[in-house]
C-alpha cells in the first residue's frame, strides 16, 4: 500500500463526508466477498475433484492461484489506486473480480477453474487494499476508529465462515455456486459505489511495475516447484528448474528494490528487526494454518465421512475461536505487551497442530480433535489482532500502509506456500488410494505445520522487546517531562 498518508491524498469530491455510511456499506461488503473466496473453496475441493476429475496438484492450484494473485498484486492495487484513482481502480477491480468468479462457476475442466481462480485473485487484490484507503478518506477522523473496526469484523467475519458457507453451498446446491453467489453481490456493490464512492488520488504516486514482475513470476517459479513435486519428485529436472528460476528472479527483485526509486517494498524496512520478525511470523502462522486446513477438510470428508456442511460446522471450533478470544488478546496485550501475546498465539498453534498430528488415525473421532481445534482458533484469535498493531507500530507514520501492504502479503504468501509444502510432504508419505495411505501423509504434514508455528514463536522473540518508533517516543516524553520540570523548578526559584 501507498507509504504516504490519507492526508496527503486530493478527492476531487472535496473530501465530503456525507457518504460515509454509504463507503462503509459498499467497502464493507466488497472486503467481506474478497475474504471469503480465501476459504470457501476449502470445503468445496472434494466435490469439485469428482465433478472435475481434478488430481492433487489441480486442487493445490485451485487454492493456490487465487492466494497467489491477490498475494504478489496487494502493493501493486495499493499502488495503482493512488496513481490513477482509488475509485476508478476500485470498481475495475470489482468488475474483474466478478466476472472472473462468473468464468470460476462456468468451469468445465480443471484448467479453466485454476485460471479463472488467478484472474479472481489478481481482482481481490485490487479491491482489498481500496477499500481501507476510500473508507479512511471518507470517514471524519472522530469516528475512524469505529469504521475500521467494522471492516476488521467483517474480514475476520468472512475467514471464520468461509470453510461453512462453502459446504452449505456445495451440499444444498453445487459448488459452482460457491462462486455464482458472489455475481449478484458483486454487481450490487459496483451499482452502489458508481453512484455513493468519492473519487481520491495520490499526487505524484507511482507504479513499480519491475518490481511487480519479477516478484511475481519468482514466486510461481518457487510453488510451482514445489506443487509440482507432488508428481516429480524432488530431484526432476522440472521441480529443480522452477525452484532455481523462482530463486534468481525473486534475488532480482531484492537487487531491483534496493536501486528503484519508488520500490513497492522498501528493503531498508527489513533493519528493523521488529518489521522483519512481524513478517516472518505471519508467514509461518498462515503457513501452518492454511496448509493444514487444505488437508483436513479433506480428511474430514473423505476419511471420517462428513458432508461438506458438516465439515464446515466443525471446522468453526477453530475457524470462529477468534471471534470469541479478540477481548482477551486485547487486555492481554495491555497487560504483557503485543510481542509476548504473538509469541503465545503461535505456541498454541503448534501444539494445536502437534495434538492434531498425533491423534489422527483411521477411525478418528471429531470429539478428539476437538482440543485441538479449539487451542488451534486460541492462537489465531492471540495472534490476529496483536500482530497487525505491531505491524503499524514498528514503522514511522508516513510508513505505515506500506508496512500494512508488506503484512498482508506476506500472511498470503505464507498461505500459498503452506499448502505447497504440507501437501508435498503429504504425498512423500501417503495420498489418496486408502484412508490408512492418507493417514500416513497427513500425520507428518500437520507435524511440519506444527513446526512452522514453532519457528514463528522463535522468529517473534527474536523481536526486540520496544521497536525504535516507542524508544523514540518514550525519549521524547521524557524530553518534554524534563523540560516541564526544569520550568517549574525555575519559577519556583523565580518566586522565592
Not at 29 to 40: E, I, K, R
Not at 145 to 156: C, E, F, N, P
Not at 392 to 420: C, D, K, W, Y
Amino acid at each position: 500500500m501507498s507509504g504516504r498518508s490519507p492526508a496527503h491524498a486530493t478527492s476531487q469530491a472535496g473530501g465530503s463526508r456525507g457518504n460515509a455510511l454509504w463507503t462503509l456499506v459498499v467497502s464493507g461488503l466488497a472486503v467481506f466477498m474478497a475474504a471469503l473466496d480465501n476459504l470457501v473453496v476449502i470445503t468445496a475441493l472434494p466435490a469439485i475433484q469428482k465433478s472435475l476429475g481434478t488430481d492433487l496438484q489441480d486442487l493445490e492450484w485451485t487454492v493456490n492461484a487465487y492466494t497467489l494473485a491477490f498475494a504478489v498484486f496487494l502493493m501493486f492495487g495499493a499502488a495503482a489506486g493512488d496513481r490513477f484513482g482509488r475509485r476508478r481502480m476500485f470498481l475495475a477491480g470489482l468488475t474483474v473480480f466478478t466476472a472472473a468468479s462468473a468464468a470460476c462457476a462456468l468451469s468445465g475442466s480443471p484448467g479453466e477453474l485454476i485460471a479463472a481462480r488467478a484472474v479472481q485473485g489478481f481482482g481481490a487484490a485490487i479491491v482489498m487494499p481500496l477499500t481501507l484507503t476510500l473508507l479512511t478518506e471518507a470517514v471524519s477522523e472522530r469516528r475512524r476508529g469505529i469504521a475500521l473496526g467494522v471492516w476488521g469484523a467483517l474480514s475476520g467475519l468472512a475467514v471464520a465462515l468461509g470453510p461453512l458457507v462453502g459446504g452449505a453451498v456445495v451440499e444444498k446446491i453445487s459448488w459452482e455456486w460457491i462462486f455464482w453467489i458472489n455475481v449478484p453481490i458483486g454487481v450490487v456493490v459496483l451499482l452502489l459505489g458508481l453512484w455513493r464512492l468519492a473519487e481520491s488520488k495520490q499526487p505524484g504516486a507511482r507504479l513499480d511495475l519491475p518490481g511487480t514482475v519479477l516478484v511475481s513470476l519468482g514466486m510461481l517459479g518457487v510453488v510451482l516447484a514445489l506443487v509440482s513435486t507432488t508428481d516429480d519428485g524432488w530431484t526432476s529436472g522440472k521441480v529443480l528448474g522452477s525452484l532455481i528460476a523462482g530463486a534468481v528472479l525473486l534475488a532480482a527483485f531484492v537487487l531491483w528494490e534496493l536501486r528503484s526509486p519508488s520500490p513497492m517494498l522498501p528493503m531498508r524496512l527489513f533493519r528493523n528487526r521488529s518489521f522483519t520478525a512481524v513478517n516472518v511470523t505471519s508467514a509461518l502462522m498462515f503457513a501452518a494454518m492454511f496448509g493444514l486446513v487444505f488437508l483436513l477438510t479433506q480428511f474430514m470428508q473423505n476419511i471420517q465421512g462428513f458432508s461438506p456442511l458438516e465439515a464446515g460446522v466443525r471446522m468453526l471450533a477453530w475457524t470462529a475461536m477468534p471471534v470469541v478470544v479478540a477481548p482477551l488478546a486485547s487486555f492481554l496485550t495491555a497487560w504483557i505487551g503485543n510481542r509476548l501475546v504473538v509469541a503465545l498465539g503461535l505456541l498454541a498453534e503448534a501444539v494445536a497442530l502437534g495434538w492434531l498430528a498425533s491423534v489422527s488415525h483411521v477411525h478418528t473421532e471429531y470429539a478428539d480433535q476437538v482440543p485441538g481445534l479449539v487451542l488451534g482458533g486460541i492462537g489465531l484469535g492471540l495472534f490476529f489482532a496483536p500482530v497487525a498493531e505491531m505491524a503499524m507500530n514498528v514503522v514511522s507514520p508516513h510508513e505505515q500502509g506500506i508496512a500494512s501492504g508488506a503484512n498482508n502479503t506476506f500472511r498470503e504468501l505464507g498461505g500459498v506456500l503452506g499448502v505447497a509444502v504440507l501437501t508435498s510432504v503429504f504425498t512423500s508419505y501417503g495420498g489418496y488410494t486408502t484412508p490408512q495411505r492418507f493417514v500416513d501423509g497427513l500425520v507428518p504434514a500437520a507435524w511440519v505445520g506444527s513446526a512452522f508455528a514453532a519457528l514463528g514463536v522463535l522468529a517473534m522473540l527474536c523481536a526486540p522487546r520496544r521497536s525504535r518508533q516507542q524508544q523514540s517516543a518514550e525519549a521524547s516524553r521524557a524530553h518534554v517531562e524534563r523540560q516541564d520540570a526544569s520550568g517549574v523548578h525555575a519559577l519556583q526559584e523565580t518566586r522565592s
